[in-house]
């Protein structure tokens, strides 16, 4: 029987923590989603003056990310590419740069997806949220 690391109360705090900060320092106002491996929504944190729809895309964004096992924003790439019939792939709907996946040992644990301003400041936010359990 294999074993897996998860992510923890502890965990999702600190991802929470580390996406904030970037988040704040850049007076942005987002969304960010924190998920498990499968997507499942581990918690979900608004700040203010961020629109209701970010709460929806940023965990879009992260079930992507997690079940892809990859960032969202190489969905992006391949439907901006011309590669459109991947709009219909089921369960892929956040597949715009924000989701970031969290990696422990070589294997995704979950996810981390930001909404709010542009994508690329998403990703920012993100991948601070994921490095803060990784580093």
Known sequence: MQTKAILDHS???????????VALENKWA???AVVDDGGHPLALERLDGCAPIGAYIA?????????????SKGYEDMINGGRTAFLSAPLLQGTLEGGVPILVDGHVVGAVGV??????QDAQCARAGAQAVTA
């Open 11 to 21: 965990d999702v705090a600190r991802i929470l923590t580390a996406a904030r900060r």
């Open 115 to 120: 909404s709010g301003v542009k994508s690329d």
């Open 59 to 71: 965990t879009e964004k992260a079930r992507t990310s997690a079940l892809g096992r990859r960032e």
């Open 30 to 32: 987002v969304t960010i």
